[in-house]
């Protein structure tokens, strides 16, 4: 079993659907992150919960909405999405721990979305 | 803020080695990690410096000169399975962020 298992690993959905993205991390982390991959641009942080509490927002339009029940489950509720964002979902996990380099990510193998 | 340089594409041959430089501004370093990342598949975590000089792992080493806000990936005796995106990201910041580069993909030709 992976580490991080990310489904579904493909979605297709209109501008009116209500659609959800799961992650589970099997790794006992204490952080979980969404990152969103678009062609020839960089990995562009979503959110961040710690410890289920959410510590980041980078900005994110309100269409998209996270939901972390627990340290293992992290979703991505999706809502009116727009064709832009098209793009390979990734989540990941890490140990937070008293250092400041904040531990290396384990990333699952996305979701790739595609809005119609 | 945060901004990280990376070329964009590069290409090698199998066998010989090839540096793959990343340049970054940011506040607040708390280190640089580079992770390789096959198409259609999750990026896996390669290296992390966070004190200048190099850090050799087998065929990987990885170089950081943090007084230049330069970094290095050093892949040596290079291999068909090599060829991958290599993505270098930056921790720092006010609020101690990992954000990454565009990535350079980089093609091993025999």
């Known amino acids: 079993e992976t580490g991080v298992t990310q489904t579904p690993r493909h979605l297709v959905m209109g501008m009116t659907n209500k659609k959800s993205l799961k992650c589970e991390q099997h790794l006992g982390h204490n952080a979980m992150y969404w990152y969103k991959q678009s062609a020839k641009k960089p990995l562009e942080l979503m959110f961040v919960?710690?410890?289920?509490?959410?510590?980041e927002n980078n900005s994110v339009p309100s269409r998209f909405s996270p939901e972390c029940p627990n340290s293992s489950h992290l979703f991505l509720h999706l809502h009116t999405l727009q064709p832009e964002d098209s793009a390979l979902y990734l989540c990941?996990?890490?140990?937070?721990?008293?250092?400041?380099?904040?531990?290396?990510?384990?990333f699952g193998e996305g979701s790739r979305l595609t809005v119609l | 803020g945060q901004n990280i340089d990376q070329p964009t594409e590069m290409t090698a041959t199998e066998g010989a080695i090839v540096q793959i430089n990343c340049t970054y501004q940011t506040s607040g370093f708390n280190g640089l990690f580079w992770y390789q990342q096959h198409a259609g598949e999750a990026p896996t975590f390669l290296s992390y410096n966070v004190l200048d000089g190099l850090e050799e792992k087998g065929r990987f080493s990885s170089f950081l000169s943090r007084s230049k806000g330069y970094s290095y990936l050093l892949l040596k005796e290079l291999q068909m399975k090599d060829s991958a995106s290599y993505l270098c990201?930056?921790?720092?910041?006010?609020?101690?962020?990992?954000?990454f580069g565009t990535g350079t993909l980089l093609a091993v030709q025999p």
């Open positions: 990201a930056v921790r720092g910041g006010a609020t101690n962020k990992l954000i």
């Open positions: 919960y710690n410890f289920k509490e959410q510590t």
């Open positions: 990941a996990s890490s140990q937070v721990t008293s250092g400041r380099w904040g531990g290396e990510l384990f």
